[in-house]
């Protein structure tokens, strides 16, 4: 409609000033003049109607600018979602590079004297990294309900210590569970016993957690175990499964309760550590977080999962120090409560 | 709430008293479904984590009466009149 009111404006344009030239040619002033005015009255009209009709049917937006140039040359049928177009037609090179709203979320839950720690990942999937004491299990499960979780997709248990897989037995048989993995240990505890009844009883298999193993997920996000390496260590500590992920430019690291021992072989290793945010091992112990680990993680933000008033007096002075004199900004559980960090796979903020 | 006779019959196990890690001087002893700590010094030399323990509690009347004389005559030197 605009576009045909534009070619006609423009064609009347052309006949007016070709009349006034001709006008002009024959040397009738008046009249030419007046052609002329004409003519260019009615190319400012074709030129006025010409760009309504480009803004009116291709409102720039910002969704149609980061369009790839594929994307473009097609034009998608009404109704249909952009996103779906702009994922589907993305070069596979464009993969690595996380969707613009795409916001990793973990959560160092606020269980007591212990680790309980969730993942949430920008396509909806969750990982548990620890269940918390026994006594803790059922605020466990509340806290996963709270923050939306309905599926578990990966759980994993970093050691059969009573306070990291103490409430895993409760959350297994609350939530439908995808994979399991635990290094491979065993203890005598009733509460160890009770986590391999509950992965049994669900008709589930454990998958060794070992250094080398990554979760299975796509996209931006890659989660691989760096430790335990070795078949046997003295410390049921030190058989910890530390996993490493990484979301775009930022990456996570979490110890379970790793020793010195293990931070060294991880080091020795050549193991990627590098991390925005360190889970500092073993509730602050002075056994871990040596200054070589900490140098080699090179951590923004340390998150120290940990109790009021514990017995331990955990975390130990020592390894405060470590921290600070690393310019490490500390969370405390045991002061802030539950801890978010928030990744958008360019940069981390904490909440 | 069950009566002692009952439990026993419902879970002829004994709930064990398990080591369940060691954290500085303390050894942390999961006994059921909770856990305690018990000072290290308290345990055999030779025990780990993973370890079950039997725990016997012997009152002591002897050491009982010598405490309780110790502090009576304390109480007499603090006490007014």
């Known amino acids: ?351 | 709430m069950q009566s002692k006779s009952e439990r026993s019959r419902i879970m002829p196990r004994r709930e064990l008293l398990v080591i369940d890690r060691f954290e500085e001087d303390m050894a942390v002893i999961e006994y059921g479904r909770h856990t305690f700590t018990l000072p290290r010094s308290l345990l055999p030399r030779a025990a780990k984590e993973g370890d079950v323990i039997k725990l016997a509690v012997v009152l002591d009347p002897e050491a009982t009466a010598r405490r309780k004389k110790e502090v009576r005559s304390l109480a007499d030197d603090v006490f007014e009149g």
Do not use: C
């Open chain 1, 1 to 351: 409609m605009v576009a045909t009111i534009s070619i006609l404006a423009f064609l009347t344009a052309v006949l007016l000033a070709v009349s006034a030239g001709w006008l002009a040619l024959r040397r009738a002033g008046k009249k030419a003049k007046r052609q002329a005015f004409y003519a260019i009255l009615a190319f400012i009209l074709s030129l006025a109607t010409a760009w309504g009709n480009l803004t009116g049917e291709q409102p720039p937006s910002p969704a149609n600018q980061a369009r790839p140039p594929v994307a473009q040359t097609a034009s998608p049928p009404p109704g249909t979602a952009p996103d779906t177009s702009t994922s589907q037609e993305k070069p596979p090179g464009a993969s690595n590079q996380p969707a613009a709203s795409g916001k990793l979320r973990v959560h160092y839950l606020d269980v007591g004297q212990g680790d309980a720690i969730l993942v949430q990942m920008p396509d909806g999937k969750n990982i548990l990294i620890d269940g918390g004491t026994s006594d803790a299990g059922p605020d466990v499960v509340q806290k996963l309900k709270q923050y939306g979780v309905e599926i578990l997709d990966f759980v994993i248990g970093t050691h059969p210590h009573e306070d990291h897989i103490g409430g895993l037995d409760l959350v297994i048989n609350s939530f439908p569970v995808g994979k399991v993995y635990l290094p491979r240990v065993t203890h005598n505890t009733d509460s160890y016993r009770d986590l391999l009844l509950a992965i049994k009883n669900k008709g589930l298999k454990a998958t060794e957690a070992k250094a080398g193993v990554a979760l299975p997920l796509e996209g931006s996000i890659q989660a691989l175990f760096v430790s335990p390496a070795r078949k046997t260590y003295e410390d049921l500590n030190d058989y910890s499964a530390v996993l490493h992920l990484t979301y775009g430019q930022t990456a996570f690291l979490f110890t379970g309760d790793a020793g010195t021992t293990v931070e060294e072989e991880m080091l020795a290793g050549g193991k990627p550590l590098k991390a925005d945010v360190l889970k500092v091992a073993h509730h602050g112990s002075r056994y871990s977080t040596s200054t070589a680990f900490l140098k080699a993680v090179a951590p923004w933000y340390a998150v120290i999962s940990v109790g009021k008033g514990n017995d331990y007096s955990h975390p130990h002075a020592q390894t405060l120090q470590r921290l600070q004199k690393a310019g490490v900004k500390i969370y405390r559980t045991d002061r802030d409560g539950t801890i978010t960090a928030l990744s958008d796979g360019q940069k981390v903020t904490i909440q």
